[in-house]
């Protein structure tokens, strides 16, 4: 018999990256009384990630809970960005509503259909919070009209139309039902909380039926090992009970294991339980190879619970073992298994990510992925843990369709920059096969620009953008499907420096190759021949000897006490050296240090192999 559990409520907080979803969480967290009064709690408490926190994003969806009254409040945050899209698609399986959060200057932006889009598939129901309402420049009336017509244009039904709309800051910890009520002293949560009780369904299953509980997220502890998140549709689960796990998409999949450890979720911890009920978010732990997309279920009626189809990658980077003559020297972990087993390791976390073993090339692996950044937060991570290894520049996955043409992932993508630098941008993005479709004044003297662009279009892209607009710009983009083959793209135009051999970079050596163009790296440090070590304004690439010291003589020169100037180096980032390196470059990436080079790294070879191409 199908009941409802009107003690629990099962909600995902869902936005566009930086629109305040974390934000919002915190203080849900604090209004409903979870931390003690005195208690020291960090800004963002749920971004846990090391890189989470210094990137000020949300990259994996995390659970918890609150109490308002007498009911149970499950929340999940979720990821803004495109990149962690699959974060967002998975978990929303396990909720029975949505708050969407709006910034209310910036509007509606990409993700945030996207979001919404993953929401109406699985018929959930909505709770619009505009944030930020008390941002000087704030558009709230603007921002309504432009969210009712991405409803229209998703499809909305009439209860989903009809939807409550608040207005919050969450930075303030307050919202409102009306904009009438923001001068209101005594001002906070509680008609957040009061709308979620009301318009979010309470869960439904059939608490005698033969248990069922979908992975949806899989956590890790070091004492307890795998740990599996999900919502109990059905029946209830009891501590050192026995259950099958099968798979709705493998059937060979069908073990007999015993549940050693149950968990509800508390504010930020887990609480062991002894038995939890239909409607609930429980974690459970003992299982050792439990994959997200598994159903926990009954041993003698099991029935896998479908799971919702993930996104495909749109992108690719080959990562290798490193054979520069400087490998070994940092890492932990640098040979071909080491890499293989961790990258293997990441799809049991990772439902969006794709490795491959690359055919005739052992100590390589085909690493497919949702974005640049998606890879990137891989690339760090394990550069983080030890591993040393290179990796190729990023292509797009191309798909050919029924008529036999070759088609690429598309981007639409959302620009917010000053007046008076749309046109180098427009004249960029048109140059990397962009379709302007929309251009839009907004307050202060900015600009919002809609373009359609090949996915491959925004591969090194980024920091160009943030030096043509000043570092002003806001640039944002997610997947838009695909389409027919835009042409050839000519990803840089400046060629690089290269190191004429190994050795250590000197000052005498490094003056006179800064005059060729703008270095990347400080004397004193160690080179090999092919490391490029710099960036020439011309198309060509150059050799220059960085290592070369200036010839003693018995001969004293005027300006001989002169000290050598030299430029800053300039420094990339992870980021900013994925984008630079080129098809015929690699990235060596080590615990320590980031060291761009060429493919081939002997001269002669290089220029054979350019000269036949």
Same mark, same amino acid.
């Given at each position: 018999m199908i009941c409802k559990r009107e003690d629990i409520r099962n909600i995902a907080i869902i936005a566009h990256v930086d629109h305040g979803k974390t934000t919002m969480v915190d203080q849900l967290l604090k209004q409903s009384g979870t931390f003690r009064e005195n208690q020291d709690v960090a800004e963002r408490v749920m971004d846990s990630n090391d890189i989470e926190r210094e990137r000020g994003i949300t990259i994996l969806a995390k659970n918890t809970a609150v109490f308002y009254k007498d009911t149970k409040i499950n929340i999940i945050d979720t990821p803004g960005h495109a990149d962690f899209g699959g974060e967002v698609e998975r978990v929303l399986k396990m909720v029975n509503g949505v708050v969407l959060v709006v910034d209310a200057f910036e509007g509606v932006m990409p993700q945030t259909k996207f979001v919404l889009q993953k929401a109406f598939e699985l018929s959930l129901s909505v709770i619009v919070?505009?944030?930020?309402?008390?941002?000087?420049? %704030?558009?709230?009336?603007?921002? +309504?009209?432009?969210?009712?017509?991405? *409803?229209?244009?998703?499809?909305?039904?009439?209860?989903?139309?009809?939807?409550? *709309?608040?207005?919050?800051?969450?930075?303030?910890?307050? %919202?409102?039902?009306?904009?009438?009520?923001?001068?209101?002293?005594?001002?906070?949560?509680?008609?957040?909380?009061?709308?979620?009780?009301?318009?979010?369904?309470?869960? $439904?299953?059939?608490?005698?039926?033969? %248990?069922?509980?979908?992975? &949806?997220? +899989?956590?890790?502890?070091?004492?307890?090992?795998?740990?599996?998140?999900? #919502?109990?549709?059905?029946?209830?689960?009891?501590?050192?009970? $026995?259950?099958?796990?099968?798979?709705?998409?493998?059937?060979?999949?069908?073990?007999?294991?015993?549940?050693? #450890?149950?968990?509800?979720?508390?504010?930020?911890?887990?609480?062991?339980?002894?038995?939890?009920?239909?409607?609930? +978010?429980? %974690?459970? &732990?003992?299982?050792?190879?439990?994959?997200i997309g598994d159903t926990i279920c009954d041993t003698v009626q099991p029935q896998a619970i479908p799971f919702q189809k993930i996104s495909e990658p749109t992108i690719s980077m080959d990562f290798m073992v490193n054979d520069s003559p400087l490998a070994g020297r940092e890492g932990k972990f640098v040979t071909s298994r080491h890499i293989r087993d961790r990258l293997f390791?990441?799809?049991?976390?990772?439902?969006?990510?794709?490795?491959?073993?690359?055919?005739?090339?052992?100590?390589? *692996?085909?690493?497919?992925?949702?974005?640049?950044?998606?890879? &990137?937060?891989?690339?760090?991570?394990?550069?983080? $843990?030890?591993?040393?290894?290179?990796? &190729?520049?990023?292509?797009?996955?191309?798909?050919?369709?029924?008529?036999? #043409?070759?088609?690429?992932?598309?981007?639409?993508?959302? +620009?917010?920059l000053p007046d008076e630098y749309s046109g180098n941008v427009i004249q960029s993005l048109s140059q990397r096969k962009g379709e302007l479709l929309g251009m839009n004044p907004l307050n202060g003297g900015y600009t919002r620009l809609h373009f359609s662009i090949p996915s491959r279009g925004l591969i090194g892209y980024r920091g160009q953008f943030m030096t043509e607009t000043r570092g002003n710009g806001i640039i944002n983009s997610s997947f838009n499907g695909y389409s027919e083959y835009k042409g050839d793209i000519s990803y840089r135009k400046n060629g690089s420096l290269i190191a004429f051999e190994n050795g250590t970079a000197v000052t005498y050596g490094l003056f006179n190759a800064q005059d060729r163009g703008t270095l990347f790296i400080s004397p004193g440090e160690e080179v090999y021949a092919g490391m490029i070590v710099g960036e020439n304004p011309r198309a060509e690439d150059i050799e220059v000897n960085v290592c070369k010291t200036k010839h003693l003589t018995n001969t004293r020169a005027a300006s001989a006490d002169e000290a050598l100037r030299l430029v800053p180096p300039r420094q990339l980032s992870l980021e900013q050296a994925l984008d630079y390196i080129d098809t015929d470059e690699l990235l060596e990436i080590t615990p320590d240090n980031l060291r761009l080079r060429k493919k081939i790294l002997d001269s002669t070879a290089r220029y054979r192999a350019n000269k036949k191409s």
């Open positions: 919070c505009i944030n930020k309402i008390d941002r000087p420049d %704030a558009r709230p009336d603007s921002v +309504i009209d432009e969210i009712l017509e991405l *409803f229209i244009d998703l499809n909305a039904n009439e209860e989903q139309l009809d939807c409550p *709309f608040l207005f919050a800051s969450a930075k303030s910890g307050f %919202a409102v039902n009306d904009l009438k009520d923001l001068d209101n002293p005594d001002k906070d949560l509680t008609p957040l909380f009061e709308s979620i009780i009301k318009n979010i369904p309470a869960p $439904e299953g059939d608490p005698d039926a033969p %248990a069922q509980m979908l992975i &949806s997220t +899989i956590d890790y502890n070091e004492f307890t090992g795998r740990v599996g998140i999900g #919502k109990i549709d059905n029946g209830s689960l009891k501590m050192n009970s $026995e259950v099958l796990i099968v798979n709705h998409h493998d059937e060979s999949r069908n073990r007999r294991v015993r549940i050693t #450890k149950l968990y509800s979720f508390d504010g930020l911890r887990k609480i062991d339980c002894s038995e939890a009920g239909f409607g609930d +978010i429980v %974690a459970v &732990s003992g299982i050792s190879d439990l994959k390791n990441e799809l049991n976390t990772d439902v969006s990510l794709r490795v491959e073993d690359t055919p005739g090339q052992e100590n390589s *692996f085909k690493v497919s992925g949702r974005g640049e950044l998606h890879l &990137s937060v891989l690339i760090e991570n394990m550069r983080r $843990e030890g591993y040393e290894f290179a990796v &190729s520049k990023a292509e797009v996955l191309y798909h050919t369709d029924e008529n036999g #043409k070759r088609t690429e992932p598309m981007e639409d993508v959302f +620009i917010d």
